[in-house]
C-alpha cells in the first residue's frame, strides 16, 4: 500500500466548495483528497517494525508524513493520528484517511495489532471480557509506538493524539482512550461495537455507523446525551461494516471522510486550535 492511492468520484466535493460552509478546510481537504496523488517528495509512507522487548513483540507500523513537514517545528507541533485497523482488516488498508489527514497537516501512524502468532479473536461468549485482554494489549501497543516516536519527532505533537478505529480497532482505542485521557484529544470509530462510548465530554467523539451491524446496546450514547456530552454520531446509509476501508465503494470513503474532517473542523473551531 502506497500513498499513491487515489480518492474518486468526488464530485460533491466540488459542489461543496461552491456553497457557503462553516468549515472551509473540510472543502480544501477533501478536494486535495480528491483531486491528486501521493509521491515520495510529499509524504510517501515510511514502514517500520517497533519492538517492544519488555513485551517480546513486534509491532509494525506504516506512517504517513504531513503533505508540508516544513510546517511542524518543536515550537509549532504538528497533530498527530494513530489508525487501528479491524480485526483481519492490513492495518495499510486505511490510506484514504490517511492521505486526507496529511493533508491537513496530520502525521498519520497505522498500527498493526495483531500477529499470525496471536490466539484468534474471541467470538463466542461474553466478548466483551474475553476480548479485554485483546484491547490492552492494543492500548499497550499504542502507548509504546507513541512512546518511540514522540523521542524521534519532537515536532510531532503525541500529547494530543487523535485515534481512528474501526471495529476491533475503535473497541481498543477507546480503551487507550479511557486508560489515558491525558494523552488523546479527540477519537474517531468506524463501527465499533463493544466498548461503550464514555459520557464525558473529553476526549472529543464521533462515532460512525454503519446499516448492517448493530452495536451492543447502550455502547452508542442516544440522543439526549449526544447533546449533552458534544459527541456526534453519524449514521451512514447503505453502508456495510466490512467496506470500511480502501476496498469499499467510494461513496462509502467519500462520506466518511466527510464525517472525520467535519468533525475535526468543528473541534478545532470550538477548541481554538
Request: proline share 5%; hydrophobic share 40%; aromatic share 6%.
Amino acid at each position: 500500500m502506497t500513498s499513491s492511492t487515489r480518492i474518486s468520484g468526488c464530485r460533491w466535493a466540488l459542489a461543496l466548495a461552491k456553497v457557503p460552509f462553516k468549515a472551509f478546510v473540510l472543502a480544501w481537504a477533501l478536494a486535495l483528497a480528491c483531486g491528486k496523488t501521493g509521491t515520495k517528495s510529499a509524504g510517501a509512507p515510511t514502514f517500520a517494525v517497533l519492538r517492544d522487548a519488555d513485551r517480546g513483540r513486534e509491532i509494525p507500523i506504516q506512517i504517513t508524513w504531513s503533505k508540508r513537514p516544513d510546517r511542524c517545528t518543536s515550537k509549532r507541533r504538528c497533530p498527530v493520528a494513530l489508525i487501528s485497523g479491524g480485526y483481519g482488516v492490513p492495518y495499510t488498508a486505511y490510506s484514504f484517511i490517511a492521505n486526507a489527514l496529511s493533508e491537513l497537516d496530520y502525521t498519520v501512524v497505522s498500527i498493526r495489532h495483531d500477529l499470525a502468532s496471536d490466539t484468534p479473536l474471541a467470538r463466542q461468549g461474553d466478548l466483551l471480557a474475553l476480548r479485554m485482554p485483546v484491547w490492552t494489549r492494543g492500548a499497550d501497543n499504542i502507548l509504546f509506538v507513541r512512546g518511540v516516536l514522540a523521542r524521534q519527532h519532537q515536532n510531532l505533537d503525541f500529547d494530543q493524539l487523535t485515534l481512528v478505529g474501526h471495529s476491533n480497532g475503535g473497541d481498543l482505542s477507546l480503551v487507550f482512550a479511557q486508560r489515558r485521557p491525558d494523552l488523546v484529544s479527540a477519537v474517531v470509530t468506524l463501527d465499533h461495537r463493544r466498548v461503550p462510548i464514555p459520557r464525558s465530554r473529553a476526549p472529543r467523539i464521533l462515532s460512525v455507523r454503519s446499516s448492517d451491524a448493530a452495536p451492543v446496546p447502550g455502547v452508542v450514547p442516544n440522543t439526549v446525551e449526544q447533546a449533552t456530552f458534544g459527541i456526534m454520531v453519524r449514521q451512514l446509509a447503505d453502508a456495510r461494516h466490512n467496506d470500511m476501508h480502501d476496498g469499499g465503494g467510494e461513496t462509502l470513503k467519500n462520506d466518511i471522510l466527510r464525517a472525520i474532517l467535519e468533525f475535526l473542523s468543528h473541534s478545532r473551531r470550538n477548541h481554538g486550535g
